[in-house]
């Protein structure tokens, strides 16, 4: 086949976006009017950190230590290019507790060393899915490091690589596509965890919405121009809280889950890729029937409850999704030095307003419904419960904070501050979409209001569906609406820059939506403080493994039993090593495997599948305490094949000697599945 050589230098320049990032001269919104055609990519990476005795991320339990592996953790990618004016974007989906501006600037920065210019800050956007149940240590900020005595560099090393991974392969299946947009309302999927303050915003404005959460969930369909499907991004709010907060094991909770199911049924290996990502959930507990410890009365239930409604509710808007996209890409970045803002009367209560040093209140140590810590919710200077609020507002309350009883003020802790006090803001549009990337988590009507000022700003432009892409690019707690925060509820106590932040947020994103509508750049703003070079750890690393003299690693202690049925349970237990040896990124600690018929072994499931699941416990072995049980299990599933199976465990042990960090594996006897 000849290619004639002027598309061919086209076909090179559209790919790898030589002006990708910025428009080029001349060209505007109106450029793209009526365009349909794409490029798009998709594409997987593994960001599963240290599975054993590492702080987990979400509830601030200091006892809730990783002790196994339940489903790998995964960053989702998607590169879409507009032709019509040159942009592109990744959006990246990936399943962590929160995003931190540390992990962005080294993606970003792998990003450069790459591909050159054709990402940047201003057109990557990341956000977390909010699993509460994934390592921690990888924030260059105090307050995030607390439960994991300090920076895991082990853990941040993953994330980074893992979400850069996923972004090249994106880019590298880039392709002429289409993009399809549906939403719906997914009503019984999710409830409001704090009424009470809910109920405090204006009843006018409730009156608006026939619901005290966002129900609507809004799905773009990435297809190939030839007709095969890439994926699939949809947002909706609903906290990853189903797992709580006594699991040991990593997983991606229900959004994760939810993800596992769409990208199995299309079985493209991991070039299709379904991205289940997070809204303004801020007051959104995906724990409909209740629950104790955080997560639902039973935590892998309940998270199947929550992860089916989502897959099955995007299932349908996948089918409803025909009508191609029309419009392009643009964007939108600067930084806001959100404890210094000067917030404008009418974005306000009609009077000048600033923004203050970032603090907590003492609703926050009680923790939400998703997460009981110590106390109660509701502890407001305006509503004195007991001595130790009249004392603590006192002596700490300032007057920007308003009702807050301050317990800890991060913002003006020395050397730098606890919690990032510079921030992101981005705005992204694709077609009439608009993504309104918060580093935040946003409560419902903190979320509706913040989505109006976009789409008034930007309707003219053609956008009719805004979406909050909520925890995105860096992290600071959350955002509540003025008459939430009065109540000092969790999420209140939990709004570190006072009152006004949501006002300050609206007045931030309304500047970046004009820019975008009137096609000027806007100031990128104060660049964040660099830690990276102070960063420090108390996590012990892997000083050796040991066992008895009498065994090998890989033994089998508890064998499988004979046979079994359609849904039983398979236990295994083997003489393990601690999984920080090697985290086995693209790779698994386990394997179930089915003989086939010509007698080899085939893998059928392994330690990313939901039927799975890899247990770590330490051991004292005498005269050590550095000895390990690895139990395997698989719950078979009620379709499973009836057939001849073994387990199979992998790893790395640590010699005391040398130091050296050598493979092993272990297999079950072969048992059969009738």
Same mark, same amino acid.
């Given at each position: 086949?000849?290619?004639?050589?002027?598309?061919?230098?086209?076909?090179?320049?559209?790919?790898?976006?030589?002006?990708?990032?910025?428009?080029?001269?001349?060209?505007?919104?109106?450029?793209?009017?009526?365009?349909?055609?794409?490029?798009?990519?998709?594409?997987?990476?593994?960001?599963?950190?240290?599975?054993?005795?590492?702080?987990?991320?979400?509830?601030?339990?200091?006892?809730?230590?990783?002790?196994?592996?339940?489903?790998?953790?995964?960053? /989702?990618?998607?590169?879409?290019?507009?032709?019509?004016?040159?942009?592109?974007?990744?959006?990246?989906?990936?399943?962590?507790?929160?995003?931190?501006?540390?992990?962005?600037?080294?993606?970003?920065?792998?990003?450069?060393?790459?591909?050159?210019?054709?990402?940047?800050?201003?057109?990557?956007?990341?956000?977390?899915?909010?699993?509460?149940?994934?390592?921690?240590?990888?924030?260059?900020?105090?307050?995030?490091?607390?439960?994991?005595?300090?920076?895991?560099?082990?853990?941040?090393?993953?994330?980074? #690589?893992?979400?850069?991974?996923?972004?090249?392969?994106?880019?590298?299946?880039?392709?002429?596509?289409?993009? /399809?947009?549906?939403?719906?309302?997914? *009503?019984?999927?999710?409830?409001?965890?704090?009424?009470?303050?809910?109920?405090?915003?204006?009843?006018?404005?409730?009156?608006?919405?026939?619901?005290?959460? $966002?129900?609507?969930?809004?799905?773009?369909?990435?297809?190939?121009?030839?007709?095969?499907?890439?994926?699939?991004?949809?947002?909706? &709010?609903?906290?990853?809280?189903?797992?709580?907060?006594?699991?040991?094991?990593?997983?991606?909770?229900?959004?994760?889950?939810?993800?596992?199911?769409?990208?199995?049924?299309?079985?493209?290996?991991?070039?299709?890729?379904?991205?289940?990502?997070?809204?303004?959930?801020?007051?959104?507990?995906?724990?409909?029937?209740?629950?104790?410890?955080?997560?639902?009365?039973?935590?892998?239930?309940?998270?199947?409850?929550?992860?089916?409604?989502?897959? $099955?509710?995007?299932?349908?808007?996948?089918?409803?999704?025909?009508?191609?996209?029309?419009?392009?890409?643009?964007?939108?970045?600067?930084?806001?030095?959100?404890?210094?803002?000067?917030?404008?009367?009418?974005?306000?209560?009609?009077? %000048?307003?600033?923004?203050? !040093?970032?603090?907590?209140?003492? #609703? =926050?140590?009680?923790?939400?419904?998703?997460?009981?810590?110590?106390?109660?919710?509701?502890?407001?200077?305006?509503?004195?419960?007991?001595?130790?609020?009249?004392?603590?507002?006192?002596?700490?309350?300032? %007057?920007?904070?308003?009702?807050?009883?301050? *317990?800890?003020?991060?913002?003006?802790?020395?050397?730098?501050?606890?919690?990032?006090?510079?921030? %992101?803001?981005?705005?992204?549009?694709?077609?009439?979409?608009?993504?309104?990337?918060?580093?935040?988590?946003?409560?419902?009507?903190?979320?509706?209001?913040?989505? /109006?000022?976009?789409?008034?700003?930007?309707?003219?432009?053609?956008?009719?569906?805004?979406?909050?892409?909520?925890?995105?690019?860096?992290?600071?707690?959350?955002?509540?609406?003025?008459?939430?925060?009065?109540?000092?509820?969790?999420?209140?106590?939990?709004?570190?820059?006072?009152?006004?932040?949501?006002?300050?947020?609206?007045?931030?994103?309304?500047?970046? &939506?004009?820019? =975008?509508?009137?096609?000027?750049? *806007?100031?990128?703003?104060?660049? !964040?403080?660099?830690?990276?070079?102070?960063?420090?750890?108390?996590?012990?690393?892997?000083?050796?493994?040991?066992?008895?003299?009498?065994?090998?690693?890989?033994? *089998?202690?508890? $064998?499988?039993?004979?046979?079994?049925?359609?849904?039983?349970?398979?236990?295994?237990?083997?003489?393990?090593?601690?999984?920080?040896?090697?985290?086995?990124?693209?790779?698994?600690?386990?394997?179930?495997?089915?003989?086939?018929?010509?007698?080899?072994?085939?893998?059928?499931?392994?330690?990313?599948?939901?039927?799975?699941?890899?247990?770590?416990?330490?051991?004292?072995?005498? !005269?050590?305490?550095?000895?390990?049980?690895?139990?395997?299990?698989?719950?078979?599933?009620?379709?499973?094949?009836?057939?001849?199976?073994?387990?199979?465990?992998?790893?790395?042990?640590?010699?005391?000697?040398?130091?050296?960090?050598?493979?092993?594996?272990?297999?079950?006897?072969?048992?059969?599945?009738?």
């Amino acid at each position: 086949m000849r290619v004639h050589p002027v598309r061919l230098v086209l076909a090179w320049v559209l790919v790898w976006g030589t002006v990708a990032w910025g428009a080029a001269p001349g060209m505007g919104p109106r450029d793209c009017e009526g365009n349909t055609r794409f490029l798009v990519g998709a594409g997987l990476g593994d960001i599963t950190g240290p599975a054993a005795e590492v702080g987990m991320m979400g509830y601030g339990q200091l006892s809730q230590q990783t002790a196994g592996l339940h489903q790998r953790l995964r960053s /989702r990618a998607f590169v879409i290019v507009s032709p019509c004016n040159g942009r592109r974007v990744a959006i990246v989906s990936a399943d962590l507790g929160m995003m931190f501006q540390a992990v962005k600037t080294q993606v970003v920065e792998r990003l450069r060393a790459r591909f050159g210019a054709v990402y940047s800050n201003d057109n990557v956007l990341l956000g977390a899915t909010h699993t509460h149940s994934g390592p921690g240590g990888f924030s260059h900020h105090t307050l995030y490091n607390l439960t994991t005595f300090g920076f895991v560099p082990q853990n941040f090393e993953a994330i980074v #690589s893992g979400i850069v991974t996923s972004i090249a392969r994106a880019h590298s299946r880039l392709g002429e596509g289409t993009l /399809r947009l549906e939403a719906g309302e997914l *009503v019984g999927a999710s409830r409001n965890r704090s009424p009470e303050a809910y109920r405090l915003n204006p009843p006018a404005e409730r009156a608006r919405y026939a619901h005290d959460v $966002d129900t609507r969930m809004t799905l773009l369909r990435l297809t190939r121009a030839q007709g095969g499907d890439v994926g699939l991004i949809n947002w909706f &709010a609903v906290h990853a809280t189903s797992m709580g907060n006594d699991n040991h094991l990593i997983s991606g909770d229900n959004k994760g889950l939810a993800s596992y199911w769409f990208e199995k049924a299309h079985d493209k290996g991991d070039t299709f890729v379904a991205a289940f990502a997070q809204a303004n959930a801020g007051d959104v507990t995906p724990n409909i029937l209740g629950g104790t410890n955080g997560g639902g009365a039973d935590d892998f239930e309940d998270t199947e409850l929550s992860a089916r409604k989502q897959h $099955d509710f995007a299932a349908r808007l996948w089918a409803r999704a025909t009508t191609p996209l029309v419009g392009g890409v643009d964007f939108r970045h600067t930084f806001v030095k959100m404890d210094a803002v000067d917030v404008a009367p009418e974005y306000a209560d009609g009077r %000048p307003r600033r923004t203050c !040093p970032a603090a907590i209140g003492l #609703s =926050m140590l009680a923790g939400a419904e998703d997460g009981p810590g110590y106390g109660v919710e509701g502890a407001s200077c305006a509503v004195i419960h007991d001595l130790w609020s009249q004392f603590t507002c006192a002596l700490t309350t300032t %007057p920007c904070q308003g009702e807050k009883p301050i *317990v800890l003020e991060m913002g003006a802790m020395l050397p730098h501050p606890w919690s990032p006090d510079v921030l %992101p803001l981005q705005l992204v549009t694709v077609g009439p979409l608009a993504l309104v990337a918060v580093p935040f988590e946003v409560t419902t009507m903190a979320g509706r209001r913040l989505r /109006r000022t976009v789409l008034e700003r930007l309707s003219t432009r053609g956008i009719t569906e805004a979406v909050i892409v909520g925890l995105a690019n860096d992290y600071a707690g959350y955002v509540a609406t003025r008459e939430e925060y009065a109540r000092q509820s969790y999420e209140g106590a939990s709004t570190h820059f006072g009152p006004w932040t949501l006002a300050a947020l609206q007045q931030g994103f309304d500047s970046l &939506a004009v820019g =975008m509508r009137e096609g000027h750049p *806007v100031p990128p703003g104060p660049l !964040p403080t660099d830690l990276r070079f102070i960063q420090a750890s108390l996590q012990p690393g892997v000083v050796y493994d040991d066992k008895l003299l009498w065994v090998s690693f890989g033994d *089998v202690i508890t $064998d499988a039993k004979a046979s079994y049925a359609r849904g039983d349970s398979v236990k295994v237990t083997f003489w393990g090593a601690h999984p920080k040896n090697d985290l086995r990124l693209e790779g698994t600690y386990l394997r179930v495997q089915r003989k086939g018929s010509i007698g080899a072994w085939v893998d059928v499931a392994d330690d990313g599948d939901w039927e799975t699941r890899y247990r770590w416990e330490r051991e004292s072995c005498v !005269p050590t305490l550095g000895c390990s049980h690895v139990t395997v299990e698989w719950h078979i599933p009620r379709d499973a094949a009836p057939g001849t199976y073994r387990i199979l465990h992998e790893g790395e042990w640590k010699s005391g000697w040398d130091a050296r960090v050598r493979p092993y594996y272990g297999a079950s006897r072969v048992f059969t599945v009738k």
